[in-house]
């Protein structure tokens, strides 16, 4: 009898400690119990995030973040950022070392398999950026076997470089600085970044200059977003809402401010049409 | 979590095409530090301006992170007016830096050999050569071995951080798989496999090799 008792007791906690699991179990929950975000972000890719000259980590995606705090906990200080590398920024995600990942992240579609991205929060179209002193204009001209090309290892400039671009010499590199040392020390003539972190080396370096791509597949737009481990949509839902009143709604006037303040320019409108007309 | 073996099938021929770099590299790289280390070494244990060059050598390629040294060699060298490709910078830092472990392996080995072995050598009246040939060397070599196998195992993983420099190694197609498809832990745990299996081919040779030296000595 007492052993009966004694099962039927553990059992009764198993099942509260299960059921106390379950109302818990969305990382939104844990969130708040905690009273802390943590992110994953990168530290080389400015200016979304970077290491500035004081050693802070600072950018447009590491305002985002602490924006994402202080919605949720109050106090936009409380956040932890795991810097991560690219190829550790999705198994940060899918283990829970992180709550979500703010990198630079472009959506695609093979990626959306295993991983689960909110609406965008930034489009970035490509820039192609080259010595001055390689004496090219036009991305086309770039097209030869004298020059050399710099690109991320991801699958869109992957494509695009074989495509556009067959005849110059490849080079596969893993961060934006790298590709940036590359082109700076002479080993590459030009490289292929995001439009975001172009302008911000065209803007810091006079030997460095844009090259044209009007009208080429280099001026198609890509969306980066914030991801995080798929199957919670409680939280997906919190983030993603989040996106959305930043990027047209709400909170427009903060979105317009650290595009002016990161980007130096103004972001595409809040709406596709004139709202005043309607 | 579980394996997706269809996806491993969709990347396992691109990865054996990186393998086959990686192998090139860590082959290439054994070769010539196995000549470039006893070369360092014998300068090493000469007295004047080339020991103390050899053993400066030695001290800085060792001291120093692959990693940094492929960087100066990639990206540094070209400012000066060389532009090795990534494959000749990768295998020029991994031989720089392995020459200097290696070296110190054939030194170990070299003054492991009792004073004895040579004074009793040269008491039989043998020349140098035959001294070294038929006394010395033999002992050396069969000293050498296990730690010379070791450095090989480790020359195959460090080929990995060619992959920073741009060259297509089993490392970096890994990379450009992750960033299409996310999927990390398949991909580098077949990546680990492939090590794995490429590591254990030379423990198996170098076991294979000890057993011949011990028949032989």
Redesign the interface.
């Known amino acids: 009898m007492k052993t009966l008792l004694r099962s039927a007791l553990s059992a009764l906690l198993l099942f509260t400690a299960f059921a106390a699991a379950r109302a818990d179990d969305s990382l939104l929950d844990t969130v708040l119990k905690r009273d802390k975000i943590i992110v994953a972000t990168y530290s080389t890719s400015p200016p979304l995030a970077y290491v500035d000259d004081n050693g802070k980590l600072v950018g447009f995606e590491i305002d985002m973040a602490h924006q994402i705090a202080k919605d949720l906990l109050g106090d936009e200080n409380k956040v932890e950022f795991v810097v991560v590398q690219s190829d550790g920024r999705f198994p940060a995600a899918l283990s829970g070392k992180v709550d979500f990942g703010l990198c630079s992240t472009t959506i695609f579609p093979d990626r959306a398999v295993r991983i689960a991205f909110t609406r965008p929060y930034l489009d970035t179209g490509n820039s192609l950026i080259a010595r001055k002193d390689a004496g090219i204009k036009d991305f086309a001209q770039l097209n030869d076997p004298k020059f050399t090309y710099a690109i991320l290892n991801v699958p869109p400039a992957i494509e695009r470089a074989k495509q556009l671009l067959p005849n110059a010499r490849l080079l596969l590199l893993d961060s934006p600085s790298a590709l940036f040392l590359a082109v700076k020390t002479g080993r590459a003539t030009a490289f292929n970044i995001d439009k975001p972190i172009a302008d911000y080396y065209e803007h810091e370096n006079d030997d460095l200059m844009r090259l044209n791509v009007d009208g080429t597949p280099f001026a198609y737009v890509q969306q980066d977003a914030i991801f995080m481990k798929p199957g919670d949509f409680k939280w997906w839902l919190f983030l993603d809402t989040w996106v959305g009143e930043l990027r047209s709604g709400s909170r427009y006037p903060q979105y317009v401010a650290w595009y002016q303040k990161w980007l130096h320019k103004d972001p595409p409108p809040q709406r596709g049409y004139d709202f005043n007309k309607y | 979590m579980a394996i997706d073996l269809n996806f491993l099938a969709r990347l396992l021929p691109d990865l054996l095409q990186g393998a086959l770099v990686t192998v090139e590299l860590s082959v290439l790289t054994m070769l010539i530090c196995l000549v470039w280390g006893l070369l360092v070494a014998l300068a090493h244990m000469t007295r004047g301006p080339l020991g103390w060059l050899a053993g400066a050598y030695i001290q800085i390629v060792r001291n120093t992170p692959l990693l940094i040294q492929m960087y100066i060699v990639?990206?540094?060298f070209?400012?000066a007016g060389f532009?090795f490709s990534?494959f000749t910078s990768g295998l020029l830092a991994l031989c720089l830096q392995n020459g200097g472990y290696v070296a110190e392996i054939y030194r170990g080995g070299l003054q492991s050999v009792s004073a004895r072995q040579y004074e009793a050598g040269r008491a039989l009246g043998m020349r140098r050569w035959t001294l070294y040939r038929v006394v010395i060397l033999p002992q050396v070599i069969a000293r050498v071995v296990p730690p010379l196998a070791n450095q090989a195992i480790s020359i195959t993983k460090d080929t990995a951080q060619v992959?920073?420099?741009?060259v297509?190694d089993i490392m970096?197609v890994?990379?450009?798989w992750?960033?299409?498809?996310?999927?990390?832990?398949d991909v580098f745990f077949a990546v680990a496999l492939i090590y794995l299996v490429l590591t254990t081919i030379i423990s198996l040779g170098a076991r294979i090799a000890e057993r011949q030296l011990a028949f032989a000595s």
């Not at chain 2, 992959?163 to 741009?166: G, H, L, N």
């Not at chain 2, 992750?178 to 832990?185: D, L, M, R």
């Open positions: 990639y990206f540094g070209p400012m532009a990534g992959a920073a420099i741009a297509m970096k890994a990379q450009v992750v960033e299409s498809s996310a999927n990390t832990y």
